[in-house]
């Protein structure tokens, strides 16, 4: 796939000076809407995970007319409520040495220098209000018997800064941003529209203007026109096929923006997650992930010898290696989630994995039942413990869980300034679908906080700035009936291709290939084979997929096969871009590009940059650097050592 | 496995619908039920013919999303379950197996095994929230929470709002959906100044989208995949009552 080198992107939006003094600076800096032209000004907000829905929330409380749409057949639904562990803040109750500076200095360390100084700190600043806010809402954090709120520590840190409600702290926070919208809706500032999807973005006099969407249950192709478009529709680890997104979750919505004209960063960070319940079988349609907080009690270990298929119980402690405790004596059990990940594929690799197929490592809780008593480890992961059981049918009481690394978020999406505004003016982006924050690799309890502050205190803020020049008029007829035209297009063209394969075989065999040759380890060698074989299939996608019924109905082969399509498109341009970056960081790790001990080696001379990619009608796209300074966190190999 | 499907199967809202059979082959005990719903969607497909419509999403038991009535009961007879959790080794070789949406008035099927849900978004947009607009929050650490109460507000508020309950009551009440937020939202100091307001509004609003009436029969409990205790009722109902007495 060929690409050419533009302009490198040089202005981030974000204020100079001192870092802990730049957010104060762009909030009062951001111009103000005057409460009485906010009803004149109307916000389209695509997605209600914990980004969409309290950003339409907030909109909708400071008086802006807004519309939210999802997929699902309620906001409470979004992917966000899947979330297991925790969220992080900078809260320092425990005394423990925690501050904003320390969690801004992991984050950008965890994120193996590759995000801004400017955004982390921003986000570490804003961490604390967002544990205030989701207690004020009454979300059920876990708390000590003195009524203050319990921490625990999660993976590339050493405090305990990470807030959460059993395992279900996704749940919690989102339902609490989802009755903070519903509150909106009833006060009908927000206008919800389930059961529908963004097939296409409104760009008119170069500013985003409004969405193509699909009614799901008539197949209506609705126009919704805006003065500003927000896109927080999560991220696009299901180009995977497995991984543990929710099955609707797409990259649809960010990929046709992209076409449209936004920037899109960094598209191979992908994250993968080391404690997931490991494949069954052929028909598997999803991995489910078993919560990194595991990993506070639970030992991770193989046998020391290969191909042992002794029972676990069976294998003495002296021929057990506890692998991650043994190579990174620091930080244990706890590593970041891509050093924990390659470290499992490679003992499997080795021989020593566990389970059918040996593609899985021991999560051993024997030790920690000893030492807190059943109760208290039943306390604190019942219902994890639960879900291994209902899915595999092993107790983890009496047998360790079996683990294996799966696809879990995504780092890159579409590239936007300190502002959260993408590259088309009016089109802002939110959550796990823009690129900031977390560079190369997200840390444990970091998404939720990321999707909170984006929407209930980032955002808000920012795009006051951008709509106190609107109302924008009205907008041009023909830039919305293009679009219009493209959506039906496209779904014209699926329905006519009746051939004999299904959307998900087509799925399944991509998510394959992107696993085999752009997955845990990447060479130039499996990339290139990779965007060889992708157009191949694509094309055979489009000369022989099979979609059944209409249009004009529910219809969920029409809407997967529409998914499929942009994921072939995304696909390719993640291959490229894992190509170009030859060195190794975070999830991204090449395996020409790291140093004796197998660890990512960084080339911070040619790659300290962001990657934002310009789609192109000729196919052949562009691709802009934008430079990543560090004036506060040194620049180091990562060593969790 | 080897199993027989009798599948509730309707175009839309207006068309009557009926069971349809279909069969099934090679089943593995360790897929899920979407999974073998899945297998054989991709038959149908490839056959020409049009696959089971079917709500799903995170296929992990918390997203609320799935549902259907599978031998008569909501989400299968494995307790405490959601019907993307439930696997087929709970199933015998040769089985018939039926499977039918959820039956309530206020739930109207719109295709096959998918229903309309949105009274209960309804019903919390009347009042299951505490008004707490951002940004005005003071410090989390300024109002200390009793353990036991955050521990039961925890518990009331695992509602996945998948609508089990309601399917499964004869009456077709939604009162213990309804009743697990009033309970989770009641228990905690922040929900206090709304209490008896939101306990009024939410109870009506129940009534008004057609959902019946609570009369203990404790079906709804029984097919909660996350177990909502029947007591959080009475505490809805203790609420109602001191909002209209007050």
């Given at each position: 796939m060929k690409y050419s080198e533009g302009p490198e992107i040089r202005d981030t939006k974000a204020p100079s000076g001192p870092v802990e003094e730049r957010w104060e600076k762009r909030k009062f800096s951001a111009k103000l809407v005057n409460p009485a032209n906010k009803r004149k000004l109307n916000v389209i907000v695509v997605g209600t995970g914990l980004a969409g829905g309290s950003a339409a929330a907030t909109l909708g409380e400071l008086g802006y007319n807004v519309k939210s749409f999802c997929y699902q057949?309620?906001?409470?639904?979004?992917?966000?409520?899947?979330a297991q562990g925790g969220i992080n803040a900078a809260k320092n109750y425990r005394g423990d040495g925690d501050s904003i500076y320390r969690l801004f200095y992991d984050t950008v360390k965890g994120g193996d220098f590759r995000s801004r100084e400017s955004n982390v700190y921003r986000l570490a600043q804003v961490s604390v209000n967002i544990i205030d806010q989701a207690v004020a809402q009454g979300v059920p954090f876990a708390r000590e018997y003195g009524g203050l709120l319990d921490t625990r520590s999660f993976g590339g840190a050493q405090v305990s800064r990470t807030f959460y409600a059993r395992g279900q702290t996704g749940q919690q926070l989102l339902l609490g941003a989802y009755q903070a919208l519903e509150r909106q809706v009833a006060a009908g500032t927000v206008t919800m529209h389930t059961r529908h999807e963004m097939l296409d973005l409104i760009v008119a006099d170069g500013r985003a203007r409004g969405v193509i969407v699909r009614d799901m249950v008539t197949g209506e192709i609705e126009r919704h026109l805006a003065d500003a478009v927000v896109l927080a529709t999560g991220g696009y680890g299901n180009v995977f096929f497995l991984s543990t997104n929710a099955k609707g979750c797409n990259t649809t919505a960010i990929w046709r923006a992209h076409e449209r004209g936004a920037y899109f960063a960094n598209p191979c960070y992908t994250q993968i997650h080391p404690t997931c319940i490991p494949v069954s079988g052929e028909y598997q349609s999803k991995l489910t992930l078993m919560s990194e907080s595991l990993r506070n009690d639970g030992r991770v270990w193989v046998p020391l010898r290969m191909n042992d298929t002794r029972a676990p119980g069976d294998i003495p402690d002296e021929e057990r290696d506890y692998?991650?405790?043994?190579?990174?004596?620091?930080?244990?059990?706890l590593v970041p989630r891509d050093i924990?990940?390659?470290?499992?594929?490679?003992?499997?690799?080795?021989?020593?994995?566990?389970?059918?197929?040996?593609?899985?490592?021991?999560?051993?809780?024997?030790?920690?039942?000893?030492?807190?008593?059943?109760?208290?480890?039943?306390?604190?992961?019942?219902?994890?413990?639960?879900?291994?059981?209902?899915?595999t049918g092993e107790n983890p009481y009496d047998v360790p869980m079996r683990i294996y690394p799966a696809v879990h978020y995504t780092m890159g999406g579409l590239w936007v300034d300190y502002d959260l505004q993408s590259t088309i003016p009016g089109l802002f982006v939110i959550g796990e679908a823009n690129f900031s924050d977390h560079g190369a690799n997200r840390l444990g309890a970091s998404a939720l906080m990321q999707g909170l502050a984006d929407g209930y205190f980032v955002l808000p803020t920012t795009i006051g700035d951008y709509l106190a020049a609107g109302p924008f008029g009205d907008v041009d007829d023909e830039a919305v009936a293009e679009a219009e035209i493209r959506v039906r297009t496209k779904i014209d063209r699926l329905l006519a291709v009746n051939g004999t394969r299904t959307p998900d075989s087509f799925h399944r065999e991509l998510g394959k290939l992107m696993w085999d040759y752009c997955g845990m380890e990447r060479t130039e060698e499996s990339l290139r084979k990779a965007l060889e074989r992708i157009p191949e299939l694509r094309k055979e996608f489009w000369e022989n997929v099979k979609v059944t019924g209409t249009n004009e109905e529910l219809n969920q082969v029409l809407e997967k096969a529409g998914r499929v399509a942009d994921f072939f498109d995304l696909a390719e341009l993640m291959c490229l871009d894992a190509l170009v970056r030859t060195e190794s960081c975070g999830g991204h790790f090449r395996a020409e590009s790291q140093d004796a001990d197998g660890e990512a080696l960084r080339d911070d001379e040619h790659f300290a940059h962001v990657s934002a990619w310009e789609y192109t009608a000729s196919g052949e796209p562009v691709l802009h650097k934008e430079p990543l300074e560090y004036e506060y966190v040194k620049m180091t190999q990562r060593s969790y050592k | 496995m080897n199993l027989t499907l009798r599948v509730w199967r309707q175009s839309g809202r207006d068309d009557a619908g009926r069971m349809v059979t279909y069969q099934v082959e090679d089943v593995s005990p360790d897929m899920s039920f979407l999974e073998m719903l899945d297998v054989l969607n991709e038959r149908l497909i490839v056959e020409g013919d049009d696959p089971i419509a079917f709500d799903h999403d995170c296929r992990e038991g918390i997203c609320g999303m799935c549902g259907m009535v599978i031998n008569g009961v909501a989400h299968g007879e494995q307790r405490a379950t959601t019907t993307c959790q439930l696997h087929m080794r709970h199933f015998e070789d040769g089985a018939t197996i039926t499977i039918e949406p959820w039956r309530a008035a206020p739930f109207p099927v719109v295709k096959d095994l998918v229903v309309d849900r949105s009274a209960f978004d309804r019903i919390i947009q009347a009042g299951g929230f505490v008004s707490v607009p951002a940004g005005s929050a003071p410090d989390a650490h300024s109002v200390p929470v009793r353990k036991e109460d955050a521990d039961a507000a925890f518990d009331a508020a695992t509602c996945i709002g998948c609508g089990a309950c309601v399917a499964a009551c004869p009456n077709g009440s939604a009162s213990l959906f309804t009743a697990a937020k009033i309970t989770h939202l009641g228990l905690l100091p922040q929900g206090q100044?709304?209490?008896?307001?939101?306990?009024?509004?939410?109870?009506?609003?129940?009534?008004?989208?057609?959902?019946?009436?609570?009369?203990?029969?404790?079906?709804?409990?029984?097919?909660?995949?996350k177990g909502i205790p029947l007591d959080a009722i009475a505490q809805m109902n203790s609420d109602y009552l001191k909002a209209n007495t007050k």
């Amino acid at each position: 796939m060929k690409y050419s080198e533009g302009p490198e992107i040089r202005d981030t939006k974000a204020p100079s000076g001192p870092v802990e003094e730049r957010w104060e600076k762009r909030k009062f800096s951001a111009k103000l809407v005057n409460p009485a032209n906010k009803r004149k000004l109307n916000v389209i907000v695509v997605g209600t995970g914990l980004a969409g829905g309290s950003a339409a929330a907030t909109l909708g409380e400071l008086g802006y007319n807004v519309k939210s749409f999802c997929y699902q057949d309620s906001p409470r639904r979004a992917h966000s409520i899947a979330a297991q562990g925790g969220i992080n803040a900078a809260k320092n109750y425990r005394g423990d040495g925690d501050s904003i500076y320390r969690l801004f200095y992991d984050t950008v360390k965890g994120g193996d220098f590759r995000s801004r100084e400017s955004n982390v700190y921003r986000l570490a600043q804003v961490s604390v209000n967002i544990i205030d806010q989701a207690v004020a809402q009454g979300v059920p954090f876990a708390r000590e018997y003195g009524g203050l709120l319990d921490t625990r520590s999660f993976g590339g840190a050493q405090v305990s800064r990470t807030f959460y409600a059993r395992g279900q702290t996704g749940q919690q926070l989102l339902l609490g941003a989802y009755q903070a919208l519903e509150r909106q809706v009833a006060a009908g500032t927000v206008t919800m529209h389930t059961r529908h999807e963004m097939l296409d973005l409104i760009v008119a006099d170069g500013r985003a203007r409004g969405v193509i969407v699909r009614d799901m249950v008539t197949g209506e192709i609705e126009r919704h026109l805006a003065d500003a478009v927000v896109l927080a529709t999560g991220g696009y680890g299901n180009v995977f096929f497995l991984s543990t997104n929710a099955k609707g979750c797409n990259t649809t919505a960010i990929w046709r923006a992209h076409e449209r004209g936004a920037y899109f960063a960094n598209p191979c960070y992908t994250q993968i997650h080391p404690t997931c319940i490991p494949v069954s079988g052929e028909y598997q349609s999803k991995l489910t992930l078993m919560s990194e907080s595991l990993r506070n009690d639970g030992r991770v270990w193989v046998p020391l010898r290969m191909n042992d298929t002794r029972a676990p119980g069976d294998i003495p402690d002296e021929e057990r290696d506890y692998y991650l405790e043994r190579i990174y004596p620091a930080f244990g059990n706890l590593v970041p989630r891509d050093i924990a990940s390659r470290a499992a594929k490679n003992v499997c690799d080795e021989g020593r994995g566990v389970g059918p197929g040996g593609l899985g490592v021991y999560l051993d809780f024997r030790d920690a039942i000893a030492r807190l008593g059943r109760p208290a480890v039943e306390k604190k992961y019942g219902n994890l413990f639960e879900m291994y059981e209902r899915i595999t049918g092993e107790n983890p009481y009496d047998v360790p869980m079996r683990i294996y690394p799966a696809v879990h978020y995504t780092m890159g999406g579409l590239w936007v300034d300190y502002d959260l505004q993408s590259t088309i003016p009016g089109l802002f982006v939110i959550g796990e679908a823009n690129f900031s924050d977390h560079g190369a690799n997200r840390l444990g309890a970091s998404a939720l906080m990321q999707g909170l502050a984006d929407g209930y205190f980032v955002l808000p803020t920012t795009i006051g700035d951008y709509l106190a020049a609107g109302p924008f008029g009205d907008v041009d007829d023909e830039a919305v009936a293009e679009a219009e035209i493209r959506v039906r297009t496209k779904i014209d063209r699926l329905l006519a291709v009746n051939g004999t394969r299904t959307p998900d075989s087509f799925h399944r065999e991509l998510g394959k290939l992107m696993w085999d040759y752009c997955g845990m380890e990447r060479t130039e060698e499996s990339l290139r084979k990779a965007l060889e074989r992708i157009p191949e299939l694509r094309k055979e996608f489009w000369e022989n997929v099979k979609v059944t019924g209409t249009n004009e109905e529910l219809n969920q082969v029409l809407e997967k096969a529409g998914r499929v399509a942009d994921f072939f498109d995304l696909a390719e341009l993640m291959c490229l871009d894992a190509l170009v970056r030859t060195e190794s960081c975070g999830g991204h790790f090449r395996a020409e590009s790291q140093d004796a001990d197998g660890e990512a080696l960084r080339d911070d001379e040619h790659f300290a940059h962001v990657s934002a990619w310009e789609y192109t009608a000729s196919g052949e796209p562009v691709l802009h650097k934008e430079p990543l300074e560090y004036e506060y966190v040194k620049m180091t190999q990562r060593s969790y050592k | 496995m080897n199993l027989t499907l009798r599948v509730w199967r309707q175009s839309g809202r207006d068309d009557a619908g009926r069971m349809v059979t279909y069969q099934v082959e090679d089943v593995s005990p360790d897929m899920s039920f979407l999974e073998m719903l899945d297998v054989l969607n991709e038959r149908l497909i490839v056959e020409g013919d049009d696959p089971i419509a079917f709500d799903h999403d995170c296929r992990e038991g918390i997203c609320g999303m799935c549902g259907m009535v599978i031998n008569g009961v909501a989400h299968g007879e494995q307790r405490a379950t959601t019907t993307c959790q439930l696997h087929m080794r709970h199933f015998e070789d040769g089985a018939t197996i039926t499977i039918e949406p959820w039956r309530a008035a206020p739930f109207p099927v719109v295709k096959d095994l998918v229903v309309d849900r949105s009274a209960f978004d309804r019903i919390i947009q009347a009042g299951g929230f505490v008004s707490v607009p951002a940004g005005s929050a003071p410090d989390a650490h300024s109002v200390p929470v009793r353990k036991e109460d955050a521990d039961a507000a925890f518990d009331a508020a695992t509602c996945i709002g998948c609508g089990a309950c309601v399917a499964a009551c004869p009456n077709g009440s939604a009162s213990l959906f309804t009743a697990a937020k009033i309970t989770h939202l009641g228990l905690l100091p922040q929900g206090q100044p709304e209490r008896l307001s939101r306990a009024k509004a939410m109870v009506d609003q129940m009534d008004a989208e057609g959902f019946g009436g609570c009369t203990n029969t404790g079906e709804c409990t029984a097919v909660c995949p996350k177990g909502i205790p029947l007591d959080a009722i009475a505490q809805m109902n203790s609420d109602y009552l001191k909002a209209n007495t007050k």
